[in-house]
């Protein structure tokens, strides 16, 4: 049969190009990746089997060969598995169908210009994101053949290609079930013994060390010598043993399971490398957790926390933990065992007392799913709180990943929510540069201090910066500064924190101080009103058709004027997502406040006083609010006339 020739997608093909021209320091973990795919593959098999009897495969002896070749130099990794289809192997292999390829190419692309390559950390920690595993044969190899048939299919395919633009497909009649991924070896490579891939011992070592846990059997064979070659080939056929003239092949993983041994018998960096199968990540998880669930319904569970969130955090990918029945894995992402807000959790959980055929649609009914459900949210929440203070650089790395996802939990999972908020951290008005805990903020507030005060925006400096801020920072009143999207949804939906509620200081009056305080701030203010009701009354008239009132305001110091929700209404920040999200926002009309302690105002006061009808002040009153709403971050609502108006007064002043 005539092989076809097919072009890389232009990504695709110019990853390969970085593998082929090695990045990495570390080019033994090519074979941590063939394994981990191998693996994949006959965990597919096994769960396809199990759903349907009907299909035509072999799962009696499911296991990974590793074949080394001195004589040919090639190093073959074979399963006998789930196999591809001819198009599964064009799409999974010959393209890149992950979104932003493009994007991740380039700034591994940059790293690699600005010599961040030679690090090691940070080019595994771009690739880890982005999963390509297959690709990293091509450090060690100047060819690579994958030869496959899908289970239950008659017609197996072959790939080649030397990394370099192009690959071959050829439609093979007698291919084996499963993969074989054969390497054509590098042969700089092989003169090396520290990379000679055709060395028993080094594989034994590569294998001991990153994949000793696969659950299936590693059998290591060697080809038998030159001019025996025709007996090389398919899996099984080492099992012949004695007669068949080769040795008999020897299983270099001891397969235990992680989960189930004790704490102290495992590294450290084996729980990594698990990770690392699981996750298909390429760095260190930061946290691991372990579950021992005891008593009736016993269950394990192994779960990692990611250092770096994955690229479809916020999409659909990769979802959920892995679970196991007595040691079989039934499921690969098991969505039913993490809440959405933990999505990014990855692990295993093994349970004794469930049905190995369970169906997603009893899964999610499924009382001990509930349970372990609920009890892996719990520890992961508690470890965070733990790691808070116990490894405050972790946590704060994790935070800034993953902090706005967790968050969404106090929206959805209200049961958790006071353990969420033990979990979660703030940017404050008290610290330029940690964060808090409301325990934390809690405890620092003033005697008379009502409330948790936040302030949502689009960025630290944006709040910081915001008119809403400054009688908050001269009464030294804690404020929390609140910049995800998801911020200005659960606020909301938290009523309260140890008695105390959380106040926008953007929304409602201001209201601070003791009891005294708020007294003697009540006069001045009936005092002023009495002052300031002719202004008051005049900007009401004018702003009629963009503001419900306009008032004087408790809030500002230095700037002349402000604009603010009323208490029930929602903030600028919070409409915008709603909007984003396709809701229909009716338009709330918000409130102006004016600083009757600034010149501008004062002056104002007095001119309107002296000349009610100058219409030298009539385009004052949009002057004022829009610079209030420019003060904000927002923009006047004609800003073509506002501007105008403000050449107008400045051109006077000259
Ligand atoms: P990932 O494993 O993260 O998906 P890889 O580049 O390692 O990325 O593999 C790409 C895809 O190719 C896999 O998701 C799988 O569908 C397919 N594949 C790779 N190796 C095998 C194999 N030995 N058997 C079956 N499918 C495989
Ligand atoms: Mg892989």
Known sequence: MTAETFEFQVEAS???????????????????????????????????????????????????????????????????????????????????????????????EEAQK?????????????????????????MVADEVTLLTRRAGEEAGTRWTSTGEGTYTIEAVDDAPQGTSVVLRLKPEDTEDRLFDYTAPWKIREIVKRYSDFITWPIRLVEAAPE???????????????????????????????LWARPRSEVSDEEYHELYKHISHDWTDPLETIRIHAEGTFEYQALLFLPARPPRDLFSSGRRGVQLYVKRVLIMEECEELVPPYLRFVKGVVDAQDLSLNISREILQQDRHIQLMRRRLAKKVLSTLKEMRTARPEKYAEFWREFGAVVKEGLLNDPDNRDAILAASSFASTHDA???????EYVERMKEGQEHIFYLTGPSRSAVESSPHMEAFRDKGLEVLILTDPVDEVWVDAVPEFQGRTLRSIARGEAEFGTEEEKEREKAE??????????????????????????????????????????????????????RAMGQEMPEDKRILEIN????????????????????????????????????????????ARFTRLLAERLERSL
């Open 14 to 108: 110019r990853l390969l190009r970085m593998m082929v021209h090695s990045i990495y320091s570390n080019k033994d973990v090519f074979l941590r990746e063939l394994v981990s795919n191998a693996s994949d593959a006959l965990d597919k098999l096994r769960i396809e089997a199990l759903r349907d009897d009907s299909l035509d495969a072999d799962i009696s002896d499911l296991h990974i060969e590793i074949e080394t070749d001195k004589d040919a130099r090639t190093l073959t990794v074979r399963d006998n598995g789930i196999g591809m289809s001819r198009e599964e192997v064009v799409g999974l292999i010959g393209t890149i169908a992950k979104s932003g390829t493009a994007e991740f190419v380039r700034k591994l």
């Open 525 to 578: 203010r009936e005092r002023q009103r009495e002052e300031y009701a002719g202004l008051l009354a005049w900007l009401a008239e004018r702003l009629g058709d963009e503001v419900k009132d306009v008032r004087l305001s408790s809030r500002l110091t230095v700037s002349p004027a402000c604009v603010v929700s009323d208490s029930g209404d929602a903030t600028p920040g919070l409409r915008n997502m709603l």
């Open 114 to 138: 600005a010599g961040d390559a030679g690090n090691p950390a940070s080019a595994e920690a771009l690739i880890g994101q982005f999963g390509v595993g297959f690709y990293s044969a091509f």
């Open 433 to 439: 540069e940690g964060t808090t805990t409301l325990q």
């Open 227 to 257: 001019g025996n070659a025709e007996n090389a080939g398919e899996a099984g056929d080492a099992e012949k043993g004695e007669d068949g003239g080769k040795p008999e092949p020897e299983t270099v993983n001891s397969r235990k399971a």
């Open 596 to 639: 009757p302690g600034h010149p501008l105002i004062t002056g104002l006061r007095t001119a309107h006083a002296d000349r009610p009808s100058d219409p030298g002040l009539e385009g004052m009153a949009e002057l004022v609010h829009g610079m209030a709403l420019l003060a904000e971050g927002g923009l006047p609502g004609d800003p």
